[in-house]
């Protein structure tokens, strides 16, 4: 088990060497987000895979079938509890406050561990409204993998531009009008594995998707 201290200042590390790009709109990428340890652990987490038909280009179609880090699960699960005290850490927080002209203060946590299967896919949206960072890490280890990447768009009728999916790296982005993302649908012959983490404002209504539905962001 990586400590949280360690996973901070792995952290770090990552987003100290992260590549800012402007196109189509300001993000990160992320390269050797997690440590390895903490990688192996979180993918042998004991999460049931959603059977899902269709998403209809949303996650919330299928609200019920998903899995957060929330305050029960990180007392069940010793990565769920180091890593969510990692990305709200003091260090982490100014990082993101300083790099993304933001303010923090009064928010929450969230953290989703996604399993997509065959036949996902997300219409293009920009995640304005209650989230104020957008985080994402990509965990399926197969070769193929790199393909199930997340699409940015130059507007909401742009062409993908489909970033790699090597495991362990990732984005992230602060939402705004011109953050349009998505996923189109392709051949995903295995489970693509991410981490979705967000830091949303006070209202956020879903209490129980909160790592620290207690405790925002100070």
Known sequence: MTTQSAITDHLM???????RETKPFRHWLLGEVFPAASCDELLSLP????????TGGKRETHNGSRTFFSAENRERYPVCAALAESLRSRRFIDWLEK?????????????EYCQDTEGFWLEPHTDIGAKLVTMLVYLSPQPEAVAWGTDL???A??????LPAHFNTG????????TWHGYHKRP?????RTVIVNFVKPEWRARHELAFPDEPIT
């Not at 590390?13 to 590549?19: G, N, V």
Request: net charge negative.
């Open 157 to 162: 009728e742009g062409p993908p531009i489909t």
């Open 99 to 111: 790099a993304g002209e933001i303010d923090l203060e009064g928010s929450y946590l969230r953290i």
């Open 47 to 54: 999460f049931s895979v959603p059977v899902i038909d269709d």
């Open 188 to 192: 995903m012959p295995g489970i693509r």
């Open 13 to 19: 590390r990552c987003f100290d060497e992260s590549a």
């Open 171 to 178: 984005m992230l982005f602060i939402p705004a009008n011109d």
């Open 153 to 155: 768009h130059d507007g």
